[in-house]
């Protein structure tokens, strides 16, 4: 499994891919993009012309695409599984609703291939710094195979079951939380804007209390700024929140939480603010308290 091939050279994908690359795996790269298979190239990858040319002979290939529809497409009509070689091994790490994983590696297994639920989590600085949580989801001997691989691109690898779909009901818990403290710390420096409080002394007193989180001390910062850079936006989140209340559906599980969050980021997106900083989820709160 030395040569690989690596499908979505998107924002997390390309410096997944180049990590890759640059551990000494001959990685085959594609994406729409053109700008971005240069970027691999120029790492020591290569850049393939289409889907088929990128997958030929190969027996491993990484998808970091978009969502679950993108990687059927690719796999089942853009040609991956009939190029790649019999019993390779596919390992989706797009977050995706845990039934449409389910769905996808009972195809796949039908069609002679094995199936990795690895969604990841980290954004683009766990990318770019190899720092990426991995939850993976696959019998245990493919596990042991693909791990070396896997430890190339994330530093924290958990083997969470050996059922499909079971990594992406793991991502999405995950993505529950980060949504529902994301919008809190955004609802409280909102109320602490509205009253007229310094947001910066506000900031450093919760940061540093039991009401912190992760999010609130990463975020907390970008929350206070008008225009901040993105490291990942509010439309990921209406995603992502949505495919939380999805499994909360199929599991027959009520979250409240997840779907309040939820509206606050697809309010923003609706906005205009979809292709902002996550942060902005702030925008839904000022908006309702008439705070410009």
Known sequence: MREIAFIGLGSMGLPMAINLAKAGYAVRGFDMRRAAMDALVDHGGSAC??????????????????????????????????????????????TCPPGAVESLAERVGIAGHAFVDCPVSGGVAGAQGATLTMMAACPADLFAAIRPALTVMGSKLYHVGEKPGQGAVVKSINQLLCGVH?????????????????????????????????????????????????????????????????????????????????????????????????????RSYQRLNAMG
Do not use: Y
Not at 73 to 92: K, R, W
Not at 185 to 199: C, S, T, Y
Not at 207 to 233: K, N, V, Y
């Open 182 to 282: 994301l919008a809190a710390a955004a609802e409280a420096m909102a109320l602490g804007g509205k009253v007229g409080l310094d947001r910066d002394v506000l900031l450093e007193i919760v940061g540093g209390s039991a009401a912190s989180s992760w999010m609130l001390r990463d975020r907390g910062p970008r929350l206070l700024q008008a225009d901040p850079g993105i490291t990942s936006t509010v439309d990921i989140f209406v995603k992502d929140l949505g495919i939380v209340m999805e499994a909360g559906r199929d599991a027959k599980a009520a979250v409240p939480l997840a779907a309040l969050a939820h509206q606050l980021f697809l309010a923003a997106s609706g906005a205009g603010d979809g292709a902002a900083d996550d942060s902005q989820v702030i």
């Open 49 to 94: 012309d289409d889907i088929g040319a990128a997958c030929s002979g190969l027996d491993t290939l990484f998808l970091m695409v978009v969502n679950a529809d993108q990687a059927a497409e690719i796999l089942f009509d853009g040609g991956a599984l009939d190029a790649l070689a019999p019993g390779s091994t596919v390992c989706l790490m797009s």
